[in-house]
C-alpha cells in the first residue's frame, strides 16, 4: 500500500517546499510577523514617533471603576502624594460615597469621586492642620487588588504619610474568584504597570497562562485593548461626522438595553451612570443579601485565603521600605453576615491578619461591633448605608485620635 | 469545543500535525480518535449516544442491503429511521411534546404533565442522525453499504461538521477517506483562509450583532416599526455570518486534512425568489429536505395541489427541526406557504409576456431580491422571537409602516437616540456597509475575479483577517464579575 512516508522522494519534497513559498497564508503569516516586530520597535521610547501607537492606561475600550479612579489619580494637577491613602473594597466604596452624600447633602458620582470631604475635615479638624487623601476603594478589590493599587501609587506619586485599609474576611476568601488575574482592577492595572513580578503566580489556569503568554509572544495580541480603543475611538469619530449623534461618551439608552450591556460588559461604566443620592427618607432600604454571601463563603479555600495574606505582607513590607504607616480597620458587618461563614473563619482571619499586622508594627483597628453599627447603619449584610458611612468616618475619626498608637501615626509629620 | 475558542486554537494544529506526520493507513483513526475526544470534551457520557448509533446504522446498513425480500429491506429500513428518530424526540422534543400534551390538558380542564426526568440535548444530535438516514436510506435505494467500520464512524462524528454540519452524503465522502490524502499548498491556503474568514464573521460581526439584535427582540413593544424593521435586518445578517462564519471554519477544518465538505451558503440574500433563497441558504439541509422527506411525500408528483401540501409539510418540519418550538415550527409553515404561493404563481409569469419581461428586467430583478429579502425578514422574526405572540407583537408594528395607521406613531424611531453601546450608533452605518459587502461578493464571484487576485493582494486580505481574529477575539480566561449577582 502506498503511504506518504514509506518512500520519501527528494524531489516531490523539495517540489513541496517550493509550492509552500507560493502560499499567500504563509506569505500573510510572514507580514503579521514583520508587523508586530515593527510595532514592537516603534513603541520603544527612543523610536515613538507615532501618535497611533502612543498607548496610554486612559485610552483604554471600557471605563471601568478602577479606570476613573486611576483616571483622577494620574491626571490631578497635585503632584504631591496624598496625606491619607484610602484602600478597602466596596464596603469601604459605599462608606465614602455615603457618608459624603450625608455629609454634604449633595449628590455624589461614583466616577468622579475619590476623595472623602468628610473624612478629610474630620482629621484637620483633629490633626490642626490640611488633611488630604485619595481613596483606592472599589467594589470588588481583593487584598491582591489592593496591594497592586498601593505600589502603584508608590510609583506615581510617590508615599502618602498612612494608609487606612478597610478589610473583611471576603477580601481574603471569595468562592467567586476564579485567579487573582481575573479581576478587573488586576487586569486594568496590568495594562497600566509593570507586573511581571506577579504574572504568573496571579494566573492558575491553563487558558489564562496561555493567552498571557501569547500576549508576550505577539505584540499586538499583548496590545489588543489598545487597538480596540483605537478601533472604537475611529468608529466614535466617524459615526459623529456621519451621523447626528454628539458626545458619544456620555451613556444614553433604555434601562434594559443597559442591563443587556451590564451582563456583557460588567466593567464598562460611563461618566454618568451612578449617582450616590443623599437618603430622603428617615430610615433606609436594607436590603437581604445573605444568599450572595453564602455563594462567596460557600466552599473554604485556606489556599486562596493564605494567598491573599502573603499579598498583604507584601503591601505592609513594602509600606514599611517607603515609611507609611498602615491602619487595618476591620469593617463592619452584621451579625447575620458572620453567622454564615465557615466555623472558624472569622477567628482564623482576624487572628492571622493581627499576627502579621504586629510583625510589620501595622495597628489594626477593630470596627466589627454590633453596638457602635447596629442594623439601622446598614443597607445589606455587610455594606453601610449613606448614614451608616457617615457614622462610620466619625468613629474612625475619633478611634484614630483616642488610640495613642494610632494619634502618633496620625500627627506624625512626613 | 466551540470553534472560537482556545482550546480549538490549540487543538487543531494538534491533529493536523498528528494527521500529516503518519502513516496513511493511521490517518482515519488517528481522526475518529480526535472527532471522539473533541465531542467529549462537551459532556463525554454523550460519547455513548454516537457510538452506539454509529454500531446501530452501520449493522442495519449491512441489513438492508443483505435482504433479499423487499419486505424485509423495508422493515429494516423502518426499524432504522424509527430508532433515529426516536432517539431525537427523545433528547430534543421530549419537552416539547410534554409542554403541547399540558396546554392540551390544561385547556380541557386538566392538570400539567411533567418529565419525571432532566433531559440534555447533546450537541450535533440533529446532524448526526439526518446522516444516519440519509445513509440507511440510500443503502436502501440499492448503494454500496460503507464496509470500513472506522471510516463509517468517521462520516458521523468527523469534528469539523460534528456539531452544526454541513450535512455530508457519504457517496462523496468516504472515497476522499479511503483515497490517500495529500497536502497541498491550494488546500492549506483555502483551509486557513475559510477558518479566518468564519472566525472574523463571527467574532467581528455575528457576536456584536447579536448584542443589537437582542436588545430589540426582547422588548419590541418599545420600539416603533421603523425599529423593529432595522433589528430584523440586523438579524438576518447576524444569523447569516454566524452560521456561514461556522461553516466556513468547519470547511477549512476539513480542508486542513485534504477533505472537501458541501457549502452551506451562496449568498441567500441575493436571491430574487424564495425557491432560489432555499437554494443558497443552508444548502446542505435544503437538499436534504428536498431528498429525503419532500420526494418520498409525492414530491411534485400528483397535482399541484398534492405538491403544496408537500412543500408546507416539509418546510413546517424543516422549521421544527431547527428548535422544539411553536415558534420554530410557524416560521417553517411560513417558509412552506411561500415556496407554495411561489410554485403557484410561477405559470402567471409564464402566460403573460409582459410580466415575465418586467420580472426579468435588471430593475425587476432588483425588486423582486429586495422583496425576497423582506419577506425572509419577516420570516426571521418569528424564528428569533422567543414566542409567537412576541413574534406577532413586532410584526403588528413592522406592518403599520403608514403616516394614517395609529398617527404614524411606527415611523418614529427611538434608535437614534440610543448611543449605548456603541454598536446602536453604528449600526447606521455597519447595515448599509453589510448589505454592500454581500452585492459586492456577488459581482465579485460572477466576475470570477477571486481567481484572479495576486497573490499579494490575497495575503494582504489574509493579513488583515489573522489581525481581526488576534485582536477582536474576545478574552477566554475566567473573570471575577464581582457585581453578577
Not at chain 1, 434594559?256 to 443623599?278: K, M, Y
Not at chain 2, 470500513?148 to 462523496?172: E, N, V, Y
Request: hydrophobic letters at 45%.
Amino acid at each position: 500500500m502506498h503511504t506518504s512516508l514509506d518512500k520519501p522522494k527528494v524531489e516531490e519534497c523539495l517540489s513541496r517546499r517550493e509550492n509552500f513559498r507560493k502560499s499567500y497564508v504563509l506569505l500573510a503569516l510572514a507580514f503579521y510577523i514583520l508587523l508586530d516586530g515593527i510595532f514592537r520597535l516603534s513603541s520603544l521610547p527612543q523610536f515613538h514617533n507615532f501618535d497611533f501607537l502612543k498607548f496610554s492606561p486612559l485610552k483604554v475600550p471600557h471605563r471601568s471603576w478602577v479606570y476613573w479612579n486611576e483616571r483622577e489619580f494620574l491626571t490631578s494637577p497635585d503632584k504631591n502624594p496624598p496625606d491619607t491613602a484610602l484602600l478597602g473594597s466596596s464596603l469601604m466604596m459605599a462608606a465614602l460615597h455615603g457618608g459624603d452624600a450625608v455629609y454634604l447633602e449633595q449628590p455624589q458620582n461614583v466616577a468622579f469621586h475619590h476623595k472623602s470631604r468628610l473624612l478629610a475635615d474630620l482629621l484637620t479638624a483633629a490633626a490642626g492642620k490640611p488633611e488630604s487623601n485619595f481613596a483606592f476603594a472599589l467594589g470588588g478589590e481583593m487584598v491582591s487588588d489592593a496591594c497592586i493599587l498601593f505600589e502603584h501609587m508608590l510609583k506615581e506619586k510617590g508615599a502618602p504619610q498612612r494608609v487606612i485599609y478597610g478589610i473583611a474576611p471576603r477580601d481574603f476568601m471569595d468562592s467567586a474568584l476564579p485567579s487573582v488575574a481575573s479581576t478587573e482592577i488586576y487586569r486594568y492595572m496590568s495594562h497600566v504597570s509593570d507586573l511581571s513580578d506577579l504574572e504568573m503566580k496571579a494566573r492558575t489556569s491553563p487558558s489564562e497562562k496561555i493567552e498571557y503568554w501569547l500576549g508576550k509572544l505577539s505584540f499586538i495580541a499583548g496590545h489588543k485593548e489598545d487597538f480596540i480603543y483605537i478601533q472604537q475611538r475611529w468608529a466614535k469619530a466617524l459615526t459623529e461626522k456621519l451621523l447626528p449623534y454628539k458626545d458619544l461618551d456620555m451613556v444614553k439608552t433604555p434601562l434594559h438595553i443597559r442591563r443587556q450591556a451590564f451582563s456583557e460588559l460588567p466593567e464598562d461604566s460611563g461618566a454618568n451612570e451612578v449617582l450616590t443620592c443623599p437618603p430622603r427618607v428617615a430610615q433606609e432600604a436594607y436590603e437581604d443579601n445573605l444568599a450572595e454571601y453564602r455563594y462567596r463563603y460557600r466552599k473554604i479555600n485556606w489556599k486562596q485565603f493564605d494567598d491573599q495574606l502573603s499579598y498583604l505582607e507584601r503591601l505592609l513590607s513594602r509600606a514599611r521600605q517607603a515609611g507609611v504607616s498602615v491602619i487595618l480597620v476591620n469593617m463592619p458587618l452584621t451579625s447575620d453576615n458572620l453567622a454564615i461563614m465557615p466555623e472558624n473563619f472569622y477567628k482564623r482571619y482576624l487572628e492571622k491578619v493581627t499576627t502579621l499586622a504586629e510583625r510589620y508594627q501595622a495597628k489594626v483597628l477593630d470596627l466589627n461591633n454590633a453596638q457602635l453599627f447596629p442594623r439601622c447603619y446598614f443597607a445589606d449584610s455587610v455594606h453601610l448605608n449613606m448614614r451608616g458611612g457617615k457614622h462610620f468616618f466619625e468613629v474612625l475619626a475619633d478611634r484614630l485620635f483616642s488610640d495613642p498608637q494610632t494619634k502618633a501615626i496620625m500627627i506624625k509629620r512626613p | 469545543m466551540l470553534f472560537n475558542s482556545l482550546n480549538y486554537a490549540l487543538f487543531l494544529p494538534i491533529v493536523f500535525a498528528l494527521f500529516w506526520l503518519s502513516r496513511d493507513k493511521w490517518r482515519v483513526w488517528i481522526l475518529l480518535l480526535a472527532s471522539y475526544i473533541f465531542y467529549m470534551s462537551w459532556k463525554p457520557v454523550f460519547i455513548l449516544l454516537i457510538l452506539g448509533l454509529t454500531i446501530a446504522n452501520y449493522y442495519l446498513g449491512f441489513a438492508i442491503h443483505k435482504s433479499q425480500e423487499p419486505g424485509r429491506k423495508k422493515t429494516w429500513l423502518t426499524v432504522a429511521i424509527t430508532g433515529n428518530l426516536l432517539s431525537l424526540a427523545f433528547f430534543k422534543y421530549a419537552y416539547f411534546f410534554n409542554d403541547c400534551l399540558s396546554s392540551l390538558l390544561k385547556a380541557t380542564g386538566g392538570a400539567a404533565t411533567h418529565l419525571p426526568f432532566d433531559i440534555i440535548l447533546p450537541l450535533g444530535i440533529s446532524f448526526f442522525v439526518f446522516e444516519f438516514i440519509h445513509y440507511v436510506v440510500d443503502v436502501y435505494r440499492g448503494h454500496e453499504p460503507i464496509k470500513s467500520f472506522p471510516a463509517f464512524a468517521l462520516f458521523a462524528s468527523f469534528f469539523p461538521t460534528q456539531i452544526a454540519g454541513p450535512i455530508k452524503r457519504f457517496q462523496d465522502f468516504i472515497p476522499q477517506f479511503l483515497a490517500p490524502a495529500k497536502l497541498t499548498v491550494a488546500s492549506f491556503d483555502s483551509g486557513l483562509s475559510l477558518i479566518l474568514l468564519g472566525l472574523c464573521k463571527k467574532v467581528l460581526i455575528a457576536d456584536n450583532l447579536s448584542f443589537f439584535v437582542q436588545g430589540g427582540f426582547s422588548k419590541p413593544e418599545l420600539f416603533s416599526g421603523l425599529d423593529l424593521w432595522l433589528f430584523a435586518y440586523a438579524f438576518a445578517f447576524q444569523i447569516y455570518f454566524d452560521f456561514s462564519g461556522y461553516t466556513d471554519v468547519a470547511r477549512g477544518s476539513a480542508m486542513l486534512f485534504g477533505y472537501k465538505v458541501p457549502i452551506n451558503f451562496n449568498l441567500p440574500y441575493m436571491a430574487s425568489n424564495i425557491s432560489e433563497f432555499w437554494h443558497r441558504w443552508h444548502i446542505s439541509l435544503s437538499t436534504w429536505l428536498r431528498d429525503y422527506l419532500f420526494i418520498p411525500l409525492g414530491g411534485s408528483r400528483g397535482s399541484k395541489w398534492l405538491n403544496y401540501r408537500n412543500l408546507i409539510i416539509t418546510m413546517t418540519l424543516g422549521g421544527l427541526w431547527h428548535g422544539a418550538a411553536l415558534h420554530f415550527l410557524v416560521w417553517g409553515l411560513f417558509h412552506g406557504l411561500l415556496l407554495a404561493a411561489h410554485k403557484l404563481l410561477q405559470p402567471l409569469k409564464e402566460t403573460l409576456p409582459a410580466l415575465k419581461k418586467a420580472i426579468d428586467s435588471p430593475a425587476g430583478r432588483v425588486t423582486s431580491t429586495l422583496l425576497t429579502f423582506h419577506m425572509v425578514c419577516i420570516g426571521w422574526v418569528f424564528f428569533r422571537a422567543e414566542t409567537n405572540s412576541l413574534a406577532l407583537t413586532m410584526l403588528a408594528r413592522m406592518l403599520s409602516l403608514s403616516p394614517v395607521i395609529d398617527g404614524g406613531k411606527q415611523l418614529a424611531m427611538l434608535l437614534p437616540t440610543i448611543n449605548y453601546p456603541l454598536i446602536y450608533p453604528t449600526i447606521f452605518l455597519i447595515l448599509p456597509l453589510l448589505a454592500a459587502g454581500h452585492i459586492a461578493c456577488y459581482f465579485i464571484g460572477k466576475a470570477g475575479l477571486v481567481a484572479k487576485t495576486p497573490q499579494l493582494a490575497r495575503a494582504a486580505f489574509v493579513l488583515s483577517m489573522i489581525l481581526a481574529v488576534v485582536i477582536f477575539s474576545p478574552d477566554k480566561s475566567p473573570r471575577f464579575i464581582y457585581f453578577q449577582f
